[in-house]
């Protein structure tokens, strides 16, 4: 039985195509302020205490793109999203307590950082 397979183009406009088991960071910032310096160096250190990277990080600056913080309801800065296997979680905040938000999201830590 020859499995189903639909080209990006000619996949149906209205059904999204799913992401497998992708995994999306998105920090989403205000300017330069002190707040969004922090959470920025928060990332880093989370994305170090990550078993698995990330398949793809972004850190968008809502002052720069508001059309897209609208389009992503973000209501607040900064705000951490995540997305993986179709799974969406924010967190708001500076991303201070790491350990605290990799379990939250469900993020398994390396070892040696438990």
């Known amino acids: 039985m020859e499995a189903a397979y639909r080209p990006a183009a000619m996949a149906q406009p209205d059904k999204a195509i799913p992401l497998a088991t992708r995994s999306i960071l998105r920090l989403y910032i205000a300017g330069n302020s002190p707040s969004s310096r922090q959470a920025e160096q928060n990332l880093k250190h989370l994305r170090t205490l990550m078993k698995a990277e990330a398949d793809h990080v972004e850190v968008i600056d809502v002052l720069a793109d508001p059309a897209l913080a609208e389009k992503e309801s973000i209501l607040a800065t900064p705000t951490l999203c995540y997305e993986h296997s179709g799974r969406r979680r924010r967190i708001v905040g500076d991303l201070g307590d790491s350990k605290r938000i990799l379990m939250f999201l469900g993020i ?6 438990a």
């Open 108 to 113: 398994e830590m390396k070892g040696d950082a």
